[in-house]
């Protein structure tokens, strides 16, 4: 059998005259990043792309080179044509001596943080950019957006198209306005490859991320078709930037998918826009079965060490919370005297919003604190003298133990409360 090779990359003039360094060395190498990915993965030509969200932006991840690489592209006038939003830094940017930060790892942060602005980048600083009214993404937009759980949302909840994007490549696609388009941006490549049975109850967030794991275990970088599990969703509200019950279950259901395969995209039948408008002809043919009968094994997994009872700190915000999760939690700790600490991680703009209700008052009234633009995964959580945590969080619950060695407790939200009020998980 003998395989045409890749069509060639068709690029405007205008791309052309980009890639030539017409608009200086800057924005040429951009060019040259998406060009690059384009000729890999054989794209016929480049998208525009609406908006873009940036990961990789913690100084745990960047460290010196990377920061050192954002301020020479910086230096060499790279500015941002489209949208462009922050994932989490590693610290609360005005708040990181009372966090307990080190000004070691403080100053390179800020530093980093200073270059992607003078990109023309806002540091929204925020894994959650579809719950900010103003870069929500709708249908059929596309987009480069390199935030996995964020890539899942956009593409599984609001049909819009990206690819997970890494971190240059984001960045680059952000300062030409474009990206390559290939993979997730064609819809020939959105068709189910696994068709998910459950036949168990999947009620809580908690249970969404044990749902998650087992999944994405066995999915892996393919697109689940859920055949039955919009019967343990409520109706995806009109505005889903406050979250809502069924928001809080999606945000968790694809950071997990994410996390435990590759998951970039997912449909439920009846439920999300795709699967609504084009039913089963978007399974493929051999798409293998999957019939998940317990959590059980998810809950194993996560629930990683159940020999822990002492909880250091309690984190509820992965993805960060959402509006619909901040008032729950206040509406929980009104009146109350929490015993260990507590970080409900959330982006900037949420919280703005939750103090315009009151909400982050209650939570600190508590003793909790409200956290925003970083997460108990991106922030160097251990040099804080965390040894042991409990979250409701499926991505959570796998990524602090490997980022940070933690030891870790998983349950509900309002187990995860009653930890932070004890100190215990009972
Ligand atoms: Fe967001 Fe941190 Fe979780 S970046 S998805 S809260 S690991």
Known sequence: MTSSPPAELKLTSEEIALLEGAEGPGVQRAMEIVVTLGRIYGAPDLVP??????????????????????????????????????????????????????????????????????????????????????????RGEHLAWAESSAVAWANSVMGAYTNREGGPSALAAA?????????????????ATHVVEIRCPVRTIADFGALSYMVGKRVGAGVPWFADLADWLPPL?????????AGDRLKTLGAGLAAYGAVALYHIAGYTPEARDVGERLICRDAQRIVIDSLDEGYGVMDADPEVTEIDLVTIGCPHASLTELRHIAQRLQGEKLATRLWVTTGRITRDRAAREGLVEIIEEAGGEVVADTCAVVAPVR????????????????????????????????????????????
């Open 49 to 138: 792309v609406t908006h873009v969200q940036i990961a990789g932006v913690s100084y745990k991840n960047l460290g010196e080179a990377g920061v050192a690489f954002l301020h020479a592209w910086a230096e060499e006038g790279a500015r941002a044509r489209v949208p462009a939003t922050l994932n989490p830094a590693g610290m609360e940017m005005d708040r990181w001596q009372a966090m307990g930060i080190d000004p070691a790892f403080a100053r390179p942060q800020m530093e980093a943080i200073k270059a992607f602005i003078q990109m023309g980048v806002t540091p929204t600083m925020s894994c959650t950019p579809y719950l900010f009214p103003d870069y929500a993404p709708e």
């Open 175 to 191: 300062i030409v306005g474009r990206t390559a388009r290939y993979g997730y941006h064609l819809d020939e490549n959105r068709v």
């Open 237 to 245: 509200p009109d505005d889903l930037t406050q979250g809502g019950d």
């Open 383 to 426: 040099s804080l003298g965390v040894r042991t945590m409990a979250t409701n969080a499926g991505k959570m619950a796998n990524y602090a133990p490997m980022h940070s060695g933690v030891k870790m407790r998983y349950g509900d939200i309002d187990r995860c409360l009653d930890a932070a009020i004890t100190g215990r998980w009972t």
